[in-house]
């Protein structure tokens, strides 16, 4: 019998062998394929369990990992947390992280290309992995003076230095408290996501850059003024302000949301049309410089571009190829032009720094983990040339007027020149209209450019007016600029 | 049968006492490691659990001096290295998961080492067994088809391979692994000649007569019944492959080999196309990461998980994370050790395994007893077998089945029979080893 359990050992032997290649096969061949598998619990613990780097604002951290005594290591916090959701997102272990922990996060979870160095040196003395701090352009006062001034309105406030593109200032209302969702616990997660997503007021919209676009209503204006302008106009040309604008092609006309013509003989200069947000004069001026000049001059602020600050802001639009009626109704912002807030604070901005618009940007710097080495940090960097000089100028002479003398005077600031727009962007039957108003300030040195757009007319309902609702709070805003 | 001199005559048991000392010292350090690692301290009870697991084998180890000095000196190491690992294991797992199995499963390792002593004690040669032939059968497939029983048979996971009494569970098919070994060597031991000399030869295999065919008819209906009632193709496997392997040596013919293989492939196929268990096992095993078999998969695709997660050197013990796998103490501590110990550990695991297998297979080609030879050979082959069905499951040679890892993975039944087995095997090899008598006889 010994011969046939000699060959029975060959056979054990070749058993234990294909076994052995079996877990080679899984723990060495095929091992990086199961391991970059993204519902494997293992390299999400693998990823959690870094120690992620902050992001500070003016220095203090807004979202920072503190350790903590569970399998993920490292717990995600965020201090002003409603406050700041728009900017920070959140970073979830069942979620894709979202805003800036989504758009950074090779950076902050150490990962980047630009951190290769670090981590080659982390492999060689041993050191714990951390990630880079993202530092941001947002003044937090500037912010709380944007969240406190919305109060508990749904909208909108982005503020930028017109000069740089820094964006000093990003609140959409209402937020959320991140925090619920970077819990550990995915039952709890996954009930505070189920319960913001059926929310009716959408608070996981970054309403500011990438929320549902907005119908501009009166803010649009300005870029409706600057085509003309650029078109041979001066604030001085006196163009049609009837009380109401016969639309060609159809029965339907267009009126003034004022009862009454804008000015005597049914003309108005161009700059109190602007100052009293004729809608007559715009339609008519739409009519006569045609949708192509407006297009192109809206294209010029930034429409239609992708733009990453680096948070993703959704493209704002112009009616590509509108008949007369809807052209008129384009040049005074409504019909279908959307847009978003940040797009009509670029639109201020590019005004006030002399026609050039800076790409806005929300990062500062960003930093190593020992907070010293600068390893990101983005310049200045002029995005486009919307308007010339002088129709900057121009412009800017426009739109103090209608703080000073206006629709927008509610945002007047005793001893500073207020350049601003108002806008009352009608929704249809049955809602109040969104109330807007976009500035910026000192109109001879501007430091801030701002829009704030409030939904539903917010407290005010169906009174509303950008002039009365938006205009303080932009006012608020330009006041927590100048004064820090 | 051939006249086999020893080769041997030392008893060697200084040689198993250093082994020993070397196994005990991996456990223990094993042990102390994980705690380190988990924990940040040294577990309090480590002198508790490394002191039990020491007395025990090194009581195995001074019973042998006295009842078996000549008994292998390398079974016993491995087998202390291997149970050790596994309450490592399980202690890892405990700290995780915040249970004590450990404890029980030290507890079972004395039982099981117990059992062990009594059976080197009461049995001074193996081959009185041989006279229990008839009652094993009878007992050891009572035992295999106890759990189909209402009242006392126990579903757990999908398999009916448990019975329960109150709160204790168990696997009589383990202990019915000894038995049937038994049987089958005492049974083929007489029966090999017709089984292997008569018949007609066909296509260079020697074919065996109808009636000749009736006990392997038998076995193959059998394990059928176990995969079909008892919804486990593990054991199935095992007690098939036991059978054949055992009838394969018996009667040396290639035959019966080519005969049982194309009876259990038949039979599972069979078993594949008719039952809906045995399809989805055949689908996670096939299509683990399809979305439709991928809620069923889940403890097989969170194994291979951790395996590849602890790649060729292992994430170290303590610094895995082995418990996100369900029961990953018991049918996937295989996977905890990839996930930790690395390749290299499973490696050296699988080897230890392949050694204890083949010191096994070696007291059967030492033993002089046709009955020796047969019984070594069976148990040494199911300890392969099982190996292979638990280790292949979770790494996808084949289908999933519930046998459980001998010696390692969490589990009284398991470790009680195991440690039975080797005691006979070691009672074998004592045998086998001892310096011939003056006359010599085949």
């Not at chain 2, 915040?98 to 079972?108: C, D, G, K, P, V």
Request: with cysteine; hydrophobic share 50%; proline share 6%.
């Amino acid at each position: 019998m010994n011969a046939p359990l000699r060959r029975l050992a060959v056979v054990v032997a070749l058993l234990f062998a294909s076994l052995l290649l079996s877990a080679t096969y899984v723990q060495f061949v095929s091992a990086p394929e199961l391991n970059a598998r993204t519902d494997n619990r293992r390299t999400q613990f693998k990823e959690f369990g870094r120690d992620r780097g902050p992001i500070l604002v003016d220095g203090r951290p807004i979202a920072q990992s503190v350790e903590v005594d569970d399998p993920y290591t490292y717990q995600r916090k965020y201090t002003s947390a409603q406050m700041y959701s728009a900017v920070t997102g959140f970073y979830s272990i069942v979620y894709k992280p979202t805003g800036m922990e989504g758009a950074t996060n090779d950076l902050l979870n150490g990962t980047a290309d630009q951190l290769f160095y670090r981590r080659l040196s982390d492999l060689f003395t041993g050191r714990e992995p951390q990630g880079a701090s993202v530092e941001l352009t947002i003044d937090p006062k500037v912010q709380k003076a944007a969240w406190d001034a919305l109060g508990n309105q749904k909208g909108a406030v982005v503020a930028l230095d017109p000069k740089t593109g820094a964006i000093l200032a990003m609140v959409s209302k209402p937020g959320y408290d991140p925090n619920a969702l970077a819990g550990h616990d995915v039952a709890k997660v996954t009930k505070a996501w189920n319960g913001l997503l059926d929310d009716p007021d959408r608070p996981l919209d970054n309403r500011a850059i990438a929320g549902r676009l907005y119908p501009p209503g009166s803010v649009f204006k300005i870029v409706t003024a600057a085509a003309a302008l650029e078109g041979g106009y001066t604030p001085d040309t006196l163009v049609d302000g009837p009380a109401s604008l016969d639309l060609p092609q159809t029965s339907a006309s267009l009126p003034n949301d004022f009862a009454g013509a804008c000015g005597p003989n049914n003309k108005v200069s161009l700059l109190d049309a602007l100052r009293i947000s004729c809608n007559t004069a715009f339609g008519s001026i739409g009519l006569e410089i045609g949708d192509d000049a407006i297009r192109a001059q809206a294209e010029k602020f930034g429409f239609g571009k992708a733009l990453d600050v680096p948070l993703t802001v959704t493209p704002s639009t112009f009616p590509a190829d509108p008949n007369p009626p809807q052209t008129a109704q384009s040049a005074i912002g409504q019909f279908d032009v959307r847009v978003s807030p940040l797009q009509i604070a670029m639109v201020s901005a590019g005004v006030a720094n002399g026609g050039v618009v800076m790409r806005p940007q929300l990062v500062k710097d960003v930093l190593s983990a020992n907070g010293v080495d600068v390893i990101q940090r983005p310049q200045p960097e002029r995005f486009s040339d919307a308007v010339s000089g002088q129709v900057a100028a121009d412009l800017t002479r426009m739109m103090v007027a209608v703080v000073d003398d206006g629709t927008g005077k509610r945002a007047q600031i005793p001893g500073v020149r207020v350049a601003g727009k108002t806008g009352t962007a009608q929704q249809g039957e049955g809602r109040p209209p969104n109330a807007w108003f976009t500035a910026f300030a000192p109109a001879d040195d501007p430091k801030v450019a701002i829009a704030v757009v409030v939904e539903d007319g917010g407290a005010l309902g169906d009174a509303a007016s950008g002039g009365r609702v938006a205009a303080p709070i932009a006012k608020q805003v330009i006041e927590a600029v100048l004064n820090r | 049968m051939a006249v086999v001199t020893a080769v041997e005559t030392r008893p060697r048991r200084n040689v198993e006492l250093v082994l020993l000392i070397v196994s005990l010292g991996i456990a223990i350090g094993a042990y102390v490691l994980v705690g380190i690692a988990a924990e940040g301290r040294v577990q309090a009870n480590w002198m508790w659990v490394g002191g039990g697991l020491a007395v025990l084998v090194l009581g195995v180890h001074a019973v042998l001096r006295v009842v078996a000095p000549y008994a292998d000196p390398v079974i016993l190491p491995i087998t202390t290295a291997i149970n050790g690992l596994g309450l490592v294991v399980i202690h890892r797992l405990d700290l995780a998961e915040e249970t004590s199995l450990a404890t029980r499963q030290l507890l079972w390792t004395a039982i099981g080492v117990g059992a062990a002593v009594a059976v080197l004690v009461l049995v001074r040669d193996h081959r009185i067994l041989a006279r229990y032939t008839w009652t094993a059968a009878v007992l050891g497939f009572a035992l295999l088809l106890l759990p189909l029983l209402p009242f006392i048979g126990r579903n757990i996971r999908g398999a009916r391979i448990w019975i329960g009494l109150g709160p204790l569970s168990f696997q009589p098919g383990e202990i019915a692994k000894i038995l049937l070994a038994l049987f089958f060597a005492g049974y083929l031991v007489t029966a090999r000649d017709s089984l292997a000399l008569v018949g007609r030869r066909f296509l260079g295999l020697q074919l065996p007569r109808a009636r000749d065919l009736g006990p392997i008819l038998v076995a193959w209906a059998l394990s059928l019944g176990v995969l079909v009632f008892e919804r486990d193709l593990g054991t199935s496997l095992l007690f098939f492959g036991l059978f054949v392997a055992v009838l394969y040596v018996a009667t040396e013919r290639t035959s019966w080999i080519v005969i049982g293989m194309s009876l259990f492939v038949a039979g599972a196929v069979l078993a594949w196309r008719i039952f809906s268990h045995v399809q989805r096992r055949v689908d996670i095993w096939l299509h683990p990461f399809e979305p439709g078999t991928f809620e069923n998969a889940f403890q097989v695709v969170q194994g291979l998980y951790g395996m590849a997660s602890g790649g060729l050197l292992g994430t170290g013990l303590g610094e895995g994370r082995p418990d996100i796998i369900p029961f990953a103490e018991s049918d996937f501590i295989f996977t905890a050790i990839g996930e930790e110990l690395g390749l290299t550990g499973i490696f050296a695991l699988l080897l230890l395994y392949l050694i204890l297998v083949e010191r096994g297979l070696r007291t059967a080609i030492g033993a002089r007893d046709g009955f020796g030879k047969l019984l070594a050979a069976g148990l040494s082959f199911t300890i392969a077998l099982q190996c292979f069905v638990v280790a292949g499951g979770v790494t996808r040679v084949i289908p999933l089945t519930g046998l459980v890892m001998p010696f390692l993975a969490y589990g009284g039944s398991s470790l009680l029979s195991n440690w039975i087995v080797v005691a006979i095997l070691l009672r074998i090899s004592d045998a086998a080893r001892r310096p011939a008598p003056a006359e010599v006889t085949g």
